[in-house]
Protein backbone atom coordinates (compact mmCIF):
# COMPACT_ATOMS: atom_id res chain seq x y z
CA UNK A 1 0.00 0.00 0.00
CA UNK A 2 0.93 3.53 -1.00
CA UNK A 3 1.33 5.64 2.40
CA UNK A 4 1.26 9.49 2.24
CA UNK A 5 3.38 11.21 4.28
CA UNK A 6 2.13 14.22 6.00
CA UNK A 7 3.51 17.14 7.98
CA UNK A 8 1.46 18.06 11.39
CA UNK A 9 2.24 21.67 11.47
CA UNK A 10 0.46 22.07 7.76
CA UNK A 11 -2.80 22.70 7.24
CA UNK A 12 -3.33 21.73 4.03
CA UNK A 13 -1.90 18.12 5.77
CA UNK A 14 -4.32 18.06 8.72
CA UNK A 15 -7.17 18.76 6.59
CA UNK A 16 -5.91 15.58 4.51
CA UNK A 17 -5.62 13.72 7.18
CA UNK A 18 -9.52 14.10 8.07
CA UNK A 19 -10.42 13.45 5.26
CA UNK A 20 -8.95 10.22 4.95
CA UNK A 21 -10.21 9.15 8.09
CA UNK A 22 -13.82 10.24 7.78
CA UNK A 23 -13.64 7.54 4.25
CA UNK A 24 -12.53 5.06 6.76
CA UNK A 25 -9.01 5.21 5.93
CA UNK A 26 -5.71 4.71 8.70
CA UNK A 27 -3.85 7.44 9.64
CA UNK A 28 -0.85 7.90 12.70
CA UNK A 29 -1.24 10.86 14.27
CA UNK A 30 1.02 12.26 17.10
CA UNK A 31 -0.79 12.80 20.27
CA UNK A 32 1.48 13.95 23.51
CA UNK A 33 1.39 10.52 25.03
CA UNK A 34 2.71 8.16 21.90
CA UNK A 35 1.60 8.19 18.52
CA UNK A 36 -1.57 6.84 17.73
CA UNK A 37 -2.70 4.59 14.58
CA UNK A 38 -6.46 6.40 14.15
CA UNK A 39 -9.61 5.03 12.24
CA UNK A 40 -13.18 6.54 12.71
CA UNK A 41 -14.04 4.78 16.01
CA UNK A 42 -17.62 4.50 14.58
CA UNK A 43 -16.99 2.58 11.81
CA UNK A 44 -16.13 -0.93 12.25
CA UNK A 45 -15.23 -1.77 8.95
CA UNK A 46 -12.38 0.68 9.65
CA UNK A 47 -11.61 0.01 12.81
CA UNK A 48 -10.86 -3.68 12.00
CA UNK A 49 -8.35 -2.61 9.47
CA UNK A 50 -6.43 -0.97 12.61
CA UNK A 51 -6.29 -4.44 14.25
CA UNK A 52 -4.97 -5.78 10.90
CA UNK A 53 -2.11 -3.36 10.09
CA UNK A 54 -0.94 -3.43 13.73
CA UNK A 55 -1.38 -7.71 14.01
CA UNK A 56 -3.41 -7.34 17.29
CA UNK A 57 -5.82 -9.74 18.79
CA UNK A 58 -9.30 -7.74 18.21
CA UNK A 59 -10.48 -8.48 21.60
CA UNK A 60 -8.07 -5.74 22.69
CA UNK A 61 -10.34 -2.62 23.13
CA UNK A 62 -9.02 0.82 22.03
CA UNK A 63 -9.22 4.46 22.97
CA UNK A 64 -11.51 6.42 21.27
CA UNK A 65 -10.58 9.97 21.01
CA UNK A 66 -12.40 13.64 21.24
CA UNK A 67 -11.76 16.60 21.10
CA UNK A 68 -13.80 18.81 23.39
CA UNK A 69 -15.48 16.93 26.50
CA UNK A 70 -19.00 17.71 25.09
CA UNK A 71 -18.17 15.24 22.39
CA UNK A 72 -18.63 12.09 25.29
CA UNK A 73 -21.98 12.26 26.01
CA UNK A 74 -23.39 10.52 22.69
CA UNK A 75 -21.02 7.69 22.97
CA UNK A 76 -21.39 6.81 26.90
CA UNK A 77 -24.91 5.73 28.47
CA UNK A 78 -24.44 8.35 30.87
CA UNK A 79 -21.32 11.08 31.81
CA UNK A 80 -20.77 10.44 35.92
CA UNK A 81 -19.88 13.19 37.90
CA UNK A 82 -16.24 11.41 38.55
CA UNK A 83 -16.04 11.79 34.65
CA UNK A 84 -16.91 15.00 34.75
CA UNK A 85 -14.15 16.15 37.35
CA UNK A 86 -11.50 14.18 35.84
CA UNK A 87 -12.07 15.85 32.28
CA UNK A 88 -12.20 19.30 34.59
CA UNK A 89 -8.72 18.44 36.02
CA UNK A 90 -6.59 16.86 33.67
CA UNK A 91 -8.15 16.86 30.16
CA UNK A 92 -6.88 17.87 27.61
CA UNK A 93 -4.28 15.07 28.83
CA UNK A 94 -2.58 11.79 29.09
CA UNK A 95 -6.13 10.13 31.22
CA UNK A 96 -7.92 7.75 29.61
CA UNK A 97 -11.46 6.91 30.84
CA UNK A 98 -13.62 4.02 30.78
CA UNK A 99 -17.83 4.55 30.93
CA UNK A 100 -20.76 2.34 29.62
CA UNK A 101 -20.91 2.75 26.02
CA UNK A 102 -23.72 3.92 24.37
CA UNK A 103 -24.85 1.82 20.58
CA UNK A 104 -22.79 4.51 18.71
CA UNK A 105 -19.56 2.76 19.46
CA UNK A 106 -19.22 -0.48 17.82
CA UNK A 107 -18.49 -3.80 18.98
CA UNK A 108 -15.46 -3.79 17.44
CA UNK A 109 -13.98 -0.19 18.79
CA UNK A 110 -14.85 -1.94 21.97
CA UNK A 111 -13.36 -5.35 21.65
CA UNK A 112 -16.78 -6.53 22.32
CA UNK A 113 -17.21 -5.10 25.81
CA UNK A 114 -20.22 -3.14 26.61
CA UNK A 115 -17.95 -0.36 27.83
CA UNK A 116 -15.31 2.46 25.56
CA UNK A 117 -12.40 3.73 27.02
CA UNK A 118 -12.30 7.72 26.28
CA UNK A 119 -9.23 10.10 25.72
CA UNK A 120 -9.09 14.04 24.97
CA UNK A 121 -5.60 14.47 23.89
CA UNK A 122 -3.29 17.92 24.22
CA UNK A 123 -1.83 17.66 21.56
CA UNK A 124 -2.92 20.04 19.24
CA UNK A 125 -2.24 18.16 16.25
CA UNK A 126 -4.73 15.32 17.27
CA UNK A 127 -6.95 17.68 18.34
CA UNK A 128 -7.08 19.55 14.93
CA UNK A 129 -7.08 15.73 12.75
CA UNK A 130 -9.97 14.93 15.33
CA UNK A 131 -11.61 18.13 14.31
CA UNK A 132 -10.94 17.80 10.80
CA UNK A 133 -12.40 13.71 10.48
CA UNK A 134 -15.78 15.36 12.27
CA UNK A 135 -15.84 12.12 13.91
CA UNK A 136 -13.96 10.66 16.91
CA UNK A 137 -11.19 8.73 16.48
CA UNK A 138 -10.00 5.25 17.54
CA UNK A 139 -6.45 4.57 18.13
CA UNK A 140 -3.99 2.78 19.83
CA UNK A 141 -0.25 3.25 19.95
CA UNK A 142 1.22 3.21 16.32
CA UNK A 143 3.15 0.23 16.78
CA UNK A 144 3.42 -3.26 15.42
CA UNK A 145 1.54 -5.45 18.08
CA UNK A 146 3.54 -6.19 21.02
CA UNK A 147 6.58 -3.77 20.31
CA UNK A 148 7.14 -0.99 22.11
CA UNK A 149 5.18 2.22 21.37
CA UNK A 150 7.00 4.67 19.22
CA UNK A 151 7.18 7.80 20.68
CA UNK A 152 9.18 9.60 17.69
CA UNK A 153 8.00 9.66 13.87
CA UNK A 154 11.14 7.66 12.90
CA UNK A 155 9.75 4.68 14.83
CA UNK A 156 6.65 4.76 13.79
CA UNK A 157 7.63 4.93 10.23
CA UNK A 158 9.56 2.01 10.85
CA UNK A 159 6.50 0.17 12.22
CA UNK A 160 3.73 1.10 9.65
CA UNK A 161 5.11 2.72 6.48
CA UNK A 162 2.81 0.70 3.57
CA UNK A 163 0.54 -0.74 5.73
CA UNK A 164 -1.63 2.11 6.86
CA UNK A 165 -2.58 5.20 4.06
CA UNK A 166 -0.78 8.12 5.93
CA UNK A 167 1.54 9.27 8.87
CA UNK A 168 1.18 12.52 9.87
CA UNK A 169 4.77 13.42 11.59
CA UNK A 170 4.36 15.30 14.60
CA UNK A 171 8.30 15.31 15.69
CA UNK A 172 8.66 13.80 19.24
CA UNK A 173 6.06 12.98 21.87
CA UNK A 174 6.17 14.62 25.21
CA UNK A 175 5.00 12.22 27.82
CA UNK A 176 6.51 9.21 25.86
CA UNK A 177 4.03 6.63 27.86
CA UNK A 178 0.58 5.86 27.31
CA UNK A 179 -2.20 7.62 28.85
CA UNK A 180 -3.61 6.75 32.23
CA UNK A 181 -6.65 3.85 32.12
CA UNK A 182 -9.15 4.74 34.75
CA UNK A 183 -12.16 2.64 35.15
CA UNK A 184 -15.64 4.46 36.35
CA UNK A 185 -17.50 1.75 35.61
CA UNK A 186 -18.58 -0.51 39.16
CA UNK A 187 -17.56 0.42 42.57
CA UNK A 188 -14.33 2.35 43.08
CA UNK A 189 -12.88 3.74 40.55
CA UNK A 190 -9.65 1.78 39.33
CA UNK A 191 -6.32 2.46 37.42
CA UNK A 192 -6.03 -0.07 34.84
CA UNK A 193 -2.69 1.41 33.49
CA UNK A 194 -0.47 3.83 35.05
CA UNK A 195 0.38 7.01 32.78
CA UNK A 196 1.25 10.47 32.80
CA UNK A 197 -1.76 11.58 35.67
CA UNK A 198 -0.37 9.80 38.52
CA UNK A 199 -2.58 7.69 40.84
CA UNK A 200 -2.13 10.46 44.06
CA UNK A 201 -3.21 13.54 41.20
CA UNK A 202 -6.56 10.87 40.70
CA UNK A 203 -7.01 10.26 44.20
CA UNK A 204 -6.43 14.35 44.95
CA UNK A 205 -9.65 15.00 42.92
CA UNK A 206 -11.64 11.72 43.45
CA UNK A 207 -10.81 10.57 46.65
CA UNK A 208 -10.61 6.73 46.63
CA UNK A 209 -8.68 5.06 43.87
CA UNK A 210 -7.53 1.91 43.17
CA UNK A 211 -4.56 0.16 41.27
CA UNK A 212 -5.76 -3.09 39.53
CA UNK A 213 -3.72 -5.92 40.59
CA UNK A 214 -2.40 -6.75 36.94
CA UNK A 215 -0.67 -3.13 36.67
CA UNK A 216 2.08 -5.19 39.12
CA UNK A 217 1.38 -8.49 38.83
CA UNK A 218 1.12 -11.27 36.22
CA UNK A 219 -2.43 -12.28 35.62
CA UNK A 220 -2.56 -16.09 36.18
CA UNK A 221 -3.21 -18.65 33.79
CA UNK A 222 -6.73 -17.93 32.52
CA UNK A 223 -8.06 -15.16 35.15
CA UNK A 224 -9.50 -12.96 33.04
CA UNK A 225 -8.18 -8.91 32.80
CA UNK A 226 -10.24 -6.20 33.51
CA UNK A 227 -8.33 -3.75 30.92
CA UNK A 228 -7.75 -7.08 27.92
CA UNK A 229 -4.40 -5.03 26.98
CA UNK A 230 -2.67 -5.99 30.45
CA UNK A 231 -2.81 -9.83 29.29
CA UNK A 232 -0.56 -9.47 26.52
CA UNK A 233 3.12 -9.47 26.35
CA UNK A 234 4.31 -6.05 25.82
CA UNK A 235 6.49 -3.21 25.07
CA UNK A 236 9.20 -6.02 24.10
CA UNK A 237 12.04 -4.74 22.41
CA UNK A 238 14.51 -8.07 20.86
CA UNK A 239 16.40 -7.88 23.29
CA UNK A 240 15.68 -10.04 26.53
CA UNK A 241 15.14 -7.50 29.33
CA UNK A 242 16.20 -8.64 32.65
CA UNK A 243 14.31 -6.02 35.63
CA UNK A 244 17.01 -5.68 38.30
CA UNK A 245 15.90 -4.29 41.88
CA UNK A 246 18.91 -3.15 43.68
CA UNK A 247 20.61 0.13 44.96
CA UNK A 248 22.87 1.86 42.52
CA UNK A 249 25.88 0.44 44.29
CA UNK A 250 24.41 -2.85 44.29
CA UNK A 251 22.74 -2.89 40.55
CA UNK A 252 26.34 -1.70 39.46
CA UNK A 253 28.08 -4.47 41.03
CA UNK A 254 25.45 -6.94 39.59
CA UNK A 255 25.39 -5.78 36.19
CA UNK A 256 29.87 -5.41 35.94
CA UNK A 257 29.80 -9.40 36.68
CA UNK A 258 28.13 -9.59 33.56
CA UNK A 259 30.71 -11.02 30.91
CA UNK A 260 28.37 -9.01 27.80
CA UNK A 261 24.84 -7.30 27.41
CA UNK A 262 23.62 -3.77 28.09
CA UNK A 263 22.70 -1.19 30.96
CA UNK A 264 19.38 0.32 30.83
CA UNK A 265 19.83 2.63 33.92
CA UNK A 266 19.87 5.51 35.17
CA UNK A 267 22.38 8.81 35.54
CA UNK A 268 23.40 8.10 39.12
CA UNK A 269 24.73 4.68 37.81
CA UNK A 270 26.60 5.57 34.92
CA UNK A 271 29.61 6.30 36.78
CA UNK A 272 29.36 2.87 38.79
CA UNK A 273 28.29 0.47 35.63
CA UNK A 274 30.68 -0.82 33.20
CA UNK A 275 28.68 -2.70 30.58
CA UNK A 276 27.75 -0.10 27.63
CA UNK A 277 24.84 1.58 28.80
CA UNK A 278 21.93 3.33 27.77
CA UNK A 279 20.67 6.20 30.41
CA UNK A 280 16.69 6.41 31.29
CA UNK A 281 17.59 10.47 33.43
CA UNK A 282 17.85 10.59 37.06
CA UNK A 283 16.96 7.94 39.07
CA UNK A 284 14.51 10.34 40.76
CA UNK A 285 13.11 11.85 37.89
CA UNK A 286 10.14 9.66 36.65
CA UNK A 287 8.77 12.39 33.74
CA UNK A 288 11.88 11.97 32.21
CA UNK A 289 12.50 8.77 32.73
CA UNK A 290 8.61 7.87 30.89
CA UNK A 291 9.38 10.34 27.99
CA UNK A 292 12.55 7.90 27.79
CA UNK A 293 11.25 4.71 28.05
CA UNK A 294 10.55 3.80 24.69
CA UNK A 295 13.08 5.06 22.46
CA UNK A 296 15.73 3.75 24.99
CA UNK A 297 14.07 0.02 24.45
CA UNK A 298 13.95 0.56 20.51
CA UNK A 299 17.46 1.85 20.64
CA UNK A 300 18.50 -1.41 22.43
CA UNK A 301 17.11 -2.93 19.11
CA UNK A 302 19.42 -0.50 17.21
CA UNK A 303 22.62 -1.50 18.71
CA UNK A 304 21.78 -5.09 18.53
CA UNK A 305 21.78 -5.81 22.26
CA UNK A 306 21.20 -9.33 23.38
CA UNK A 307 20.04 -9.39 26.58
CA UNK A 308 19.15 -5.59 28.50
CA UNK A 309 19.75 -5.15 32.30
CA UNK A 310 17.37 -2.92 33.43
CA UNK A 311 17.70 -1.33 37.03
CA UNK A 312 13.87 -0.96 38.32
CA UNK A 313 12.71 2.42 38.85
CA UNK A 314 10.96 3.80 42.03
CA UNK A 315 7.18 3.16 41.83
CA UNK A 316 5.96 6.73 42.87
CA UNK A 317 4.54 9.38 40.60
CA UNK A 318 4.80 8.95 37.17
CA UNK A 319 7.40 6.24 37.98
CA UNK A 320 4.70 3.85 38.15
CA UNK A 321 3.94 3.83 34.99
CA UNK A 322 7.49 3.28 33.85
CA UNK A 323 8.13 0.22 36.09
CA UNK A 324 4.68 -0.92 35.26
CA UNK A 325 5.94 -1.01 31.45
CA UNK A 326 9.42 -2.50 32.80
CA UNK A 327 8.01 -5.27 33.89
CA UNK A 328 6.19 -6.33 30.64
CA UNK A 329 9.35 -5.33 28.56
CA UNK A 330 10.79 -8.05 30.79
CA UNK A 331 7.75 -10.91 30.85
CA UNK A 332 7.53 -10.05 35.06
CA UNK A 333 11.31 -11.46 35.88
CA UNK A 334 12.70 -9.52 38.16
CA UNK A 335 15.73 -10.55 39.80
CA UNK A 336 17.00 -9.46 43.21
CA UNK A 337 20.77 -9.52 43.75
CA UNK A 338 21.70 -10.95 46.95
CA UNK A 339 23.40 -8.90 49.34
CA UNK A 340 22.32 -6.20 52.62
CA UNK A 341 19.15 -4.35 51.85
CA UNK A 342 19.76 -0.80 52.43
CA UNK A 343 16.86 1.88 53.30
CA UNK A 344 17.71 5.74 53.38
CA UNK A 345 15.81 7.66 56.35
CA UNK A 346 16.04 11.46 55.47
CA UNK A 347 13.87 14.59 55.26
CA UNK A 348 14.08 18.33 56.11
CA UNK A 349 15.20 19.29 59.55
CA UNK A 350 12.53 19.34 62.28
CA UNK A 351 10.62 16.56 60.55
CA UNK A 352 11.31 14.22 63.54
CA UNK A 353 13.22 11.60 61.73
CA UNK A 354 14.75 10.17 64.91
CA UNK A 355 11.48 9.19 66.09
CA UNK A 356 11.35 7.02 63.26
CA UNK A 357 14.18 6.02 63.47
CA UNK A 358 14.07 5.22 67.26
CA UNK A 359 10.58 3.04 66.30
CA UNK A 360 12.36 1.37 63.00
CA UNK A 361 14.90 0.17 65.20
CA UNK A 362 12.67 -1.57 68.22
CA UNK A 363 10.97 -3.23 64.93
CA UNK A 364 14.90 -4.86 64.19
CA UNK A 365 16.52 -3.15 61.83
CA UNK A 366 19.97 -1.64 62.39
CA UNK A 367 20.13 1.98 62.42
CA UNK A 368 23.29 3.89 61.36
CA UNK A 369 23.55 7.83 63.18
CA UNK A 370 25.43 8.82 59.76
CA UNK A 371 25.79 12.74 61.43
CA UNK A 372 27.32 10.89 63.87
CA UNK A 373 29.70 8.80 61.81
CA UNK A 374 30.46 12.03 59.99
CA UNK A 375 32.66 13.53 62.91
CA UNK A 376 34.10 10.21 63.74
CA UNK A 377 38.01 9.62 63.63
CA UNK A 378 37.49 7.00 60.55
CA UNK A 379 36.29 9.57 58.35
CA UNK A 380 38.99 12.85 59.69
CA UNK A 381 42.41 10.43 59.30
CA UNK A 382 45.76 12.12 58.47
CA UNK A 383 45.22 12.32 55.17
CA UNK A 384 41.67 13.98 55.20
CA UNK A 385 43.16 16.13 57.61
CA UNK A 386 46.27 17.16 55.45
CA UNK A 387 43.30 18.24 52.54
CA UNK A 388 40.99 20.35 54.58
CA UNK A 389 44.35 22.43 55.71
CA UNK A 390 45.40 22.78 52.31
CA UNK A 391 41.60 23.93 51.62
CA UNK A 392 40.41 26.15 54.82
CA UNK A 393 44.35 27.36 56.00
CA UNK A 394 46.45 25.30 58.67
CA UNK A 395 44.31 26.63 61.70
CA UNK A 396 41.54 24.35 60.97
CA UNK A 397 43.52 21.68 62.57
CA UNK A 398 45.86 23.17 64.36
CA UNK A 399 49.10 20.84 65.13
CA UNK A 400 47.32 18.06 62.70
CA UNK A 401 44.40 18.35 65.46
CA UNK A 402 41.06 19.08 63.96
CA UNK A 403 39.35 22.21 65.71
CA UNK A 404 35.63 21.19 64.56
CA UNK A 405 34.75 24.72 65.28
CA UNK A 406 37.25 26.65 63.10
CA UNK A 407 36.41 24.42 60.38
CA UNK A 408 33.08 25.15 60.58
CA UNK A 409 33.31 28.63 60.34
CA UNK A 410 35.76 28.43 57.67
CA UNK A 411 33.61 25.76 55.55
CA UNK A 412 29.99 26.99 55.75
CA UNK A 413 30.82 30.73 54.94
CA UNK A 414 30.18 30.14 51.63
CA UNK A 415 28.25 27.85 49.32
CA UNK A 416 31.34 26.92 47.31
CA UNK A 417 33.43 25.97 51.21
CA UNK A 418 30.48 23.46 51.77
CA UNK A 419 30.83 21.79 48.41
CA UNK A 420 34.64 21.54 49.25
CA UNK A 421 34.22 20.30 52.37
CA UNK A 422 32.10 17.76 50.85
CA UNK A 423 33.83 16.75 48.35
CA UNK A 424 36.71 15.75 50.73
CA UNK A 425 34.61 14.20 53.51
CA UNK A 426 31.67 12.43 51.41
CA UNK A 427 33.93 10.03 49.83
CA UNK A 428 35.30 8.86 53.18
CA UNK A 429 32.08 8.86 54.69
CA UNK A 430 30.74 6.23 52.19
CA UNK A 431 33.43 4.21 52.56
CA UNK A 432 32.77 4.07 56.24
CA UNK A 433 29.37 3.30 55.53
CA UNK A 434 29.84 0.98 53.41
CA UNK A 435 32.26 -0.88 55.97
CA UNK A 436 29.09 -0.34 58.67
CA UNK A 437 26.23 -1.82 56.24
CA UNK A 438 28.82 -4.64 55.51
CA UNK A 439 29.35 -5.40 58.97
CA UNK A 440 25.34 -5.67 60.09
CA UNK A 441 24.66 -7.38 56.93
CA UNK A 442 26.93 -10.96 57.73
CA UNK A 443 25.69 -10.12 61.22
CA UNK A 444 22.14 -10.95 59.54
CA UNK A 445 20.16 -7.79 60.27
CA UNK A 446 17.48 -7.76 57.10
CA UNK A 447 17.12 -4.02 57.34
CA UNK A 448 19.43 -1.97 57.56
CA UNK A 449 18.39 2.19 57.83
CA UNK A 450 20.62 4.62 57.09
CA UNK A 451 19.59 7.85 58.91
CA UNK A 452 20.93 11.11 57.17
CA UNK A 453 19.65 14.12 56.59
CA UNK A 454 22.29 14.69 53.95
CA UNK A 455 21.99 11.47 52.62
CA UNK A 456 21.54 13.03 48.81
CA UNK A 457 24.14 15.22 49.14
CA UNK A 458 26.84 13.07 50.28
CA UNK A 459 25.87 10.36 48.32
CA UNK A 460 24.55 7.85 50.48
CA UNK A 461 21.53 7.50 48.54
CA UNK A 462 23.41 5.03 45.75
CA UNK A 463 23.71 2.75 48.78
CA UNK A 464 20.34 2.61 49.20
CA UNK A 465 17.76 -0.09 47.76
CA UNK A 466 14.74 2.01 49.33
CA UNK A 467 14.26 5.60 50.52
CA UNK A 468 12.18 6.41 53.31
CA UNK A 469 11.12 10.30 54.00
CA UNK A 470 9.94 11.39 57.06
CA UNK A 471 8.07 15.37 57.29
CA UNK A 472 5.71 17.63 58.75
CA UNK A 473 4.44 20.41 58.07
CA UNK A 474 6.87 23.82 58.05
CA UNK A 475 5.42 25.64 61.02
CA UNK A 476 5.70 22.16 62.79
CA UNK A 477 9.49 21.51 61.93
CA UNK A 478 10.11 25.19 62.66
CA UNK A 479 8.77 24.88 66.20
CA UNK A 480 10.54 21.69 66.81
CA UNK A 481 13.86 22.81 65.87
CA UNK A 482 13.14 26.06 67.83
CA UNK A 483 12.81 23.73 71.28
CA UNK A 484 15.40 21.12 70.04
CA UNK A 485 17.88 23.51 69.31
CA UNK A 486 17.67 26.30 71.24
CA UNK A 487 17.80 28.67 68.11
CA UNK A 488 16.29 31.78 67.54
CA UNK A 489 13.22 32.29 65.10
CA UNK A 490 15.83 33.86 62.42
CA UNK A 491 18.50 31.02 63.03
CA UNK A 492 15.51 28.73 62.29
CA UNK A 493 14.35 30.34 59.28
CA UNK A 494 17.97 30.42 58.15
CA UNK A 495 18.83 26.74 58.46
CA UNK A 496 15.57 26.02 56.71
CA UNK A 497 17.00 28.43 53.95
CA UNK A 498 20.24 26.79 53.23
CA UNK A 499 18.33 23.06 53.09
CA UNK A 500 16.06 21.86 50.36
CA UNK A 501 13.03 22.17 50.59
CA UNK A 502 10.66 19.65 51.49
CA UNK A 503 9.34 19.04 48.18
CA UNK A 504 12.70 17.72 47.04
CA UNK A 505 12.79 15.14 50.09
CA UNK A 506 9.18 13.52 49.47
CA UNK A 507 10.34 13.30 45.56
CA UNK A 508 12.99 11.23 45.85
CA UNK A 509 11.51 8.73 48.28
CA UNK A 510 9.62 5.24 47.90
CA UNK A 511 7.49 6.49 51.09
CA UNK A 512 6.85 9.33 52.78
CA UNK A 513 5.61 9.50 56.23
CA UNK A 514 3.76 12.56 57.47
CA UNK A 515 5.21 13.26 61.08
CA UNK A 516 3.15 16.13 61.81
CA UNK A 517 0.74 16.06 64.61
CA UNK A 518 -2.50 13.81 64.79
CA UNK A 519 -0.87 12.18 61.12
CA UNK A 520 -0.61 8.43 62.76
CA UNK A 521 2.51 7.66 61.20
CA UNK A 522 2.79 4.77 63.97
CA UNK A 523 0.07 2.67 61.64
CA UNK A 524 1.93 3.89 58.68
CA UNK A 525 4.66 3.18 59.95
CA UNK A 526 3.97 -0.46 60.67
CA UNK A 527 2.94 -1.08 56.97
CA UNK A 528 5.65 0.89 55.50
CA UNK A 529 8.20 -1.71 57.60
CA UNK A 530 6.38 -5.02 56.83
CA UNK A 531 6.91 -4.02 53.47
CA UNK A 532 10.23 -3.31 53.87
CA UNK A 533 11.02 -6.48 55.86
CA UNK A 534 9.19 -8.53 53.26
CA UNK A 535 11.51 -7.00 50.39
CA UNK A 536 14.70 -7.62 52.60
CA UNK A 537 13.51 -11.34 52.71
CA UNK A 538 14.17 -11.52 49.09
CA UNK A 539 17.65 -10.72 49.03
CA UNK A 540 18.75 -13.25 51.13
O1 LIG B 1 -1.85 7.36 25.27
C1 LIG B 1 -2.63 6.55 24.79
O2 LIG B 1 -3.59 6.12 25.41
C2 LIG B 1 -2.35 6.08 23.34
C3 LIG B 1 -2.52 7.28 22.44
C4 LIG B 1 -2.41 6.93 21.00
O3 LIG B 1 -3.70 7.95 22.73
N1 LIG B 1 -3.25 5.02 22.99
C5 LIG B 1 -3.10 3.76 23.47
O4 LIG B 1 -4.00 2.84 23.03
O5 LIG B 1 -2.23 3.45 24.26
P1 LIG B 1 -3.80 1.27 23.17
O6 LIG B 1 -4.87 0.70 22.34
O7 LIG B 1 -2.41 0.89 22.82
O8 LIG B 1 -4.11 0.95 24.64
C6 LIG B 1 -5.44 0.95 25.10
C7 LIG B 1 -5.50 0.28 26.45
C8 LIG B 1 -5.38 -1.22 26.32
O9 LIG B 1 -4.64 -1.71 27.43
C9 LIG B 1 -6.83 -1.67 26.35
O10 LIG B 1 -6.95 -2.99 26.79
C10 LIG B 1 -7.44 -0.67 27.31
O11 LIG B 1 -6.77 0.54 27.04
N2 LIG B 1 -8.87 -0.49 27.07
C11 LIG B 1 -9.46 0.10 26.01
N3 LIG B 1 -10.80 0.04 26.13
C12 LIG B 1 -11.07 -0.58 27.28
C13 LIG B 1 -12.27 -0.94 27.96
N4 LIG B 1 -13.46 -0.67 27.46
N5 LIG B 1 -12.17 -1.59 29.14
C14 LIG B 1 -10.94 -1.85 29.64
N6 LIG B 1 -9.79 -1.54 29.05
C15 LIG B 1 -9.84 -0.91 27.89
MG1 LIG C 1 -0.40 -0.10 22.83
Redesign the pocket.
Known amino acids: METLFLKAHNTNDIGQAGAILRRGGLVAIP?E?????AANALDGAAVKRIYAAKGRPSD????V?VSGFSQIAPLVKEVPDAARKLAEAFWPG?L?M?LE?SELIPSET??G?D???L?L?AHPA?RAVIEAAGVPLA????NLSGRP?PTTFAHVRADLAGKVDALLDGGDCQ?G???T?V?LVGGTPRV??P?GVTLSQLQSVLGDVELDPAVLHQLGEGAK??????KYKHYSPRAQVVLVDASPEGYARFVNEKKGGWALCFEEDLPLVELPAICLGSRYDGGEQAHRLFRALLELDEKGAQTAYAHCPMQTGVGLAVYNRLLRAAGFTIVRPKGPFVVGLTGPSGAGKSTIGAQLKRGGCSVLDCDALTRSARVYDEACIQELQAAFGEDVAPGGTLDRKELARRAFATPEGRAQLGAITFPRILTQVRRVIASAHSAGVPVIVLDAPTLFEAGLDSACDRILTVTAPEEVRLTRILERDHLSPEQARERFAAQKDAAFYTSRADYVLDNGPGAGWEEALRSVLQELKGEAAKRL
Request: glycine share 10%; no cysteine.
Open positions: TTVYGLNPLIHPTIKSGLTVARPAAPSASVVESVTLRGAASPGM
